[in-house]
């Protein structure tokens, strides 16, 4: 089992760019893929990012597509979410989240497990 703790949220204007970070612990971190989502008031959790256990490969979302970057630091049991270029539509929670599963994952009900979320804002 892993435990996942989000930081690096906040309030930023349009074009501006912010870092998440997603701390895991309480299991080895390089057994999992690791994914981002967020969610919108009154809208449905999406998928933003994914990255594999090695960190070789990874896919997005077309909405941040070329704006977003996922990486992780397996030595450190942390995945990231570079964010530039942020537009108010990017306003969410985000979450982090692991699956045990290989390959890469853009549905919610591939992963075991879930961080408490962190607040992006995004002003314009």
């Known amino acids: 089992q892993v435990q996942l703790v989000e930081s690096g949220g906040g309030l930023v204007q349009a074009g501006g760019s912010l870092r998440l970070s997603c701390a895991a612990s309480?299991?080895?971190?390089?057994?999992?893929?690791m994914g981002w989502f967020r969610q919108a008031p009154g809208k449905e959790r999406e998928f933003v990012a994914t990255?594999?256990?090695?960190?070789?490969?990874?896919y997005y979302a077309d909405s941040v597509k070329g704006r977003f970057t996922i990486s992780r630091d397996n030595a450190k049991n942390t995945v990231y979410l570079q964010m530039n270029s942020l537009k108010p539509e990017d306003t969410a929670v985000y979450y982090c989240?692991?699956?045990?599963?290989?390959?890469?994952?853009?549905?919610?009900?591939?992963?075991?497990?879930w961080g408490q979320g962190t607040q992006v804002t995004v002003s314009s």
């Open positions: 989240a692991a699956t045990i599963d290989y390959g890469l994952g853009s549905l919610a009900s591939r992963y075991d497990y």
């Open positions: 309480g299991d080895t971190f390089s057994r999992y893929g």
């Open positions: 990255i594999i256990r090695s960190g070789t490969g990874t």
